[in-house]
């Protein structure tokens, strides 16, 4: 058990559509930043929430957006989808101010058709 | 920019054989320093992490890592690997007290048995 929970594990959208992803961090944690893996590579930053406020961000255009709930869990938004974008997005919650890691979830595998 | 550099993309060893992946960082403040491994099918978990003193840290499974401030370096050890190794290594690093945390490319390691 991971303890950050990720949905949908898998999703096939078409390329202009847009996508919301949904994370639930780890219980105590207050911090979520999200990760898109491509095949073969390193997880890349996209960006983090604290306090339902974007707190940081990678280098990913503005169709990539998120939102954070009072109870700590987020959503990452990808408007005009591009075959691209097909990845692992992760999600990884942490306690701010605590520098022990992350814990990572499953991801969710985005497939642009 | 921070960078992560990991110097093998794909190692492929016996098992028993002596490991070490390369990771050299890029960042000019005080940094947290950080490997993972993603078995197959599974979610990113922390395999160990330096914050400060003792530069040698040891992780699960036997593996440890030195952190070489002047090489700028955080290589990844074990002294004899198992098939059970078998994943994807990834070293990662944020800023002190900084939540962004950015991870190299990833080195796939095969462990035949």
């Known amino acids: 058990d991971a303890g950050v929970t990720q949905s949908p594990t898998h999703l096939i959208k078409t390329r202009g559509q847009q996508v919301t992803l949904r994370c639930s961090p780890k219980s105590g944690h207050d911090t979520v930043s999200w990760y898109q893996q491509a095949l073969g590579q390193g997880p890349q930053f996209i960006f983090q929430?604290?306090?339902?406020?974007?707190?940081q961000r990678g280098n990913f255009p503005d169709r990539f957006s998120g939102h954070q709930f009072p109870n700590y869990s987020s959503e990452l938004n990808v408007n005009a989808l591009l075959l691209g974008d097909s990845a692992l997005y992760l999600c990884?919650?942490?306690?701010?101010?605590?520098?022990?890691?992350?814990?990572f979830g499953s991801g969710t595998r985005l497939t642009v058709v | 920019a921070q960078s992560v550099s990991q110097h093998n993309h794909h190692v492929i060893l016996s098992e028993a054989a002596s490991l070490e992946l390369g990771c050299n960082y890029s960042y000019g403040g005080t940094v947290n320093l950080f490997w993972y491994v993603q078995y197959p099918g599974q979610h990113l978990q922390l395999l160990l992490k330096?914050?400060?003193?003792?530069?040698l840290v040891k992780g699960i499974k036997g593996f440890e890592a030195e952190f070489i401030k002047s090489k700028f370096s955080f290589n990844l050890r074990k002294p004899s690997v198992q098939w059970s190794d078998t994943a994807e290594y990834f070293c990662?690093?944020?800023?002190?007290?900084?939540?962004?945390?950015?991870f190299g490319a990833g080195t796939r390691l095969t462990v035949k048995p």
């Open positions: 929430y604290y306090e339902e406020e974007e707190r």
């Open positions: 990884a919650s942490s306690l701010h101010g605590q520098d022990y890691g992350y814990t």
């Open positions: 990662a690093v944020n800023s002190y007290n900084n939540n962004d945390m950015r």
């Open positions: 330096y914050f400060s003193g003792d530069p």
